[in-house]
T-cell receptor, first 113, second 110 residues
């Protein structure tokens, strides 16, 4: 069984740029959730994709967008990067819309300068 | 007011000690409750689910009080390897959004 993988591991961008983060869900899982974890805080829910459709969204602006592909992998896109977007971005995969246990990937650490 | 509140700690305890963490949540409609463990610069991992009847997994005991909207985690006979941040997590009633507390940092010393 393959676990959740994310790429890249680390990323440095400048204000105003755009970034795409990628997540491959665990084998057999059809749901991917994305979280932002700022330093010293708990993860904050960004949104969830279930069977290629957005299935819930947290309190994040529209410049945070996502996609889920037919193989259930997912992308998180952030436009017009701000300094406060610097954080660890975690994806979690699960089965059945997130009601089951969510398994987290190792995260992508984004630094915005 | 945060939806899930925890004492950030750190809790510094000697090996073998018993330590308890508490957490309160604000959404009375929350359906599922968990404790996750997060090691430094790693991803969160599920430690245990929390049920109204209380549940135990080895040295770890979790309790839920729905009336008080309060969750607890008790760790007995602390090990050095228990040093981590413990995250209290609540799942909304739609089942698709985990709400995390800020975490409680535990440091177990020799």
């Amino acid at each position: 069984e393959t676990g959740v993988t994310q790429s890249p591991t680390h990323l440095i961008k400048t204000r105003g740029q755009q970034v795409t983060l990628r997540c491959s869900s665990q084998s057999g899982h059809n749901t991917v959730s994305w979280y932002q974890q700022a330093l010293g805080q708990g993860p904050q829910f960004i949104f969830q994709y279930y069977r290629e459709e957005e299935n819930g969204r947290g309190n994040f602006p529209p410049r945070f967008s996502g996609l889920q592909f037919p193989n259930y992998s997912s992308e998180l896109n952030v436009n017009a990067l701000e300094l406060d977007d610097s954080a660890l971005y975690l994806c979690a995969s699960s089965l059945g819309g997130g009601a089951g246990e969510q398994f987290f990937g190792p995260g992508t650490r984004l630094t915005v300068l | 007011r945060k939806e899930v509140e925890q004492d950030p700690g750190p809790f510094n305890v000697p090996e073998g000690a018993t330590v308890a963490f508490n957490c309160t949540y604000s959404n009375s409609a929350s359906q599922s409750f968990f404790w996750y463990r997060q090691d430094c610069r790693k991803e969160p991992k599920l430690l245990m689910s929390v049920y109204s009847s209380g549940n135990e997994d080895g040295r770890f005991t979790a309790q839920l009080n729905r009336a008080s909207q309060y969750i607890s985690l008790l760790i007995r006979d602390s090990k050095l390897s228990d040093s981590a941040t413990y995250l209290c997590v609540v799942n909304d009633n739609a089942g698709n959004m985990l709400t995390f507390g800020g975490g409680t940092r535990l440091m177990v010393k020799p």
